[in-house]
T-cell receptor
Framework: AQTVTQSQPEMSVQEAETVTLSCTYD???????LFWYKQPPSRQMILVIR??????QNATENRFSVNFQKAAKSFSLKISDSQLGDTAMYFC????????????FGQGTRLTINP | GAVVSQHPSWVICKSGTSVKIECRSL??????MFWYRQFPKQSLMLMAT?????????EQGVEKDKFLINHASLTLSTLTVTSAHPEDSSFYIC????????????FGPGTRLLVL
């Protein structure tokens, strides 16, 4: 069974700083997807970024980028120039390509951006 | 694009009654929809997976007779909590995926259920 681990329950940084959220996963699959979702206080789950495991290039979306290390099974999220609106729970998730395509979520990291 | 809605956003009901929650994909056809439950300050727990026109697949430990799921069309799935009890109080979230090589799940805004 796949597992996803987020070792940082909470993080707090000042506005405009850069912050990195950690995520590791365990799987025997060779092809899969990895995601970072954001859940602000409204509790709406929002896709932040997605990475296909077969792609070596790290995904980027504006201020958000990932460091995908397949051999180490690590998938960290870097938020540059953090903004107050980035305050949220961040969930790392894994999805195998084969099978039912169910998401496996990590425990989440609560990120607070301070003014 | 890729908008998913849920209705209602908030529901309070008496113990023993049934509650239906709707999940709709507004701008795409969803081959698969998922239902999650989230307890306060915890991650999402997958309850079941539904495909249009077929029976839902429930995760281990989820009572299928208590949580009835119907995926009647490519844009609508419903979750009915039957004979609700206070321990069913939770935040329920649905997600939908277009399929056809688009595997990303898009989430609805969630439904908060309080059973008195």
């Amino acid at each position: 069974a796949q597992t996803v681990t987020q070792s940082q329950p909470e993080m707090s940084v000042q506005e405009a700083e850069t912050v990195t959220l950690s995520c590791t996963y365990d799987t025997s699959e060779s092809n899969y997807y990895l995601f970072w979702y954001k859940q602000p206080p409204s509790r709406q789950m929002i896709l932040v970024i997605r990475q296909e495991a077969y792609k070596q290039q790290n995904a980027t979306e504006n201020r958000f980028s990932v460091n995908f290390q397949k051999a180490a099974k690590s998938f960290s999220l870097k938020i540059s120039d953090s903004q107050l609106g980035d305050t949220a729970m961040y969930f790392c998730a894994f999805m195998p390509i084969q099978g039912a395509q169910k998401l496996v979520f990590g425990q989440g990291t609560r990120l607070t951006i301070n003014p | 694009g890729a908008v998913v809605s849920q209705h209602p956003s908030w529901v309070i009901c008496k113990s023993g009654t049934s509650v239906k929650i709707e999940c709709r994909s507004l701008d795409f056809q969803a081959t698969t929809m998922f239902w999650y439950r989230q307890f306060p300050k915890q991650s999402l727990m997958l309850m079941a997976t539904s495909n249009e026109g077929s029976k839902a697949t429930y995760e281990q430990g989820v009572e299928k007779d208590k949580f009835l799921i119907n995926h009647a069309s490519l844009t609508l799935s419903t979750l009915t909590v039957t004979s609700a009890h206070p321990e069913d109080s939770s935040f329920y979230i649905c997600s939908a995926t277009p399929g056809l090589a688009e595997e990303t799940q898009y989430f609805g805004p969630g439904t908060r259920l309080l059973v008195l």
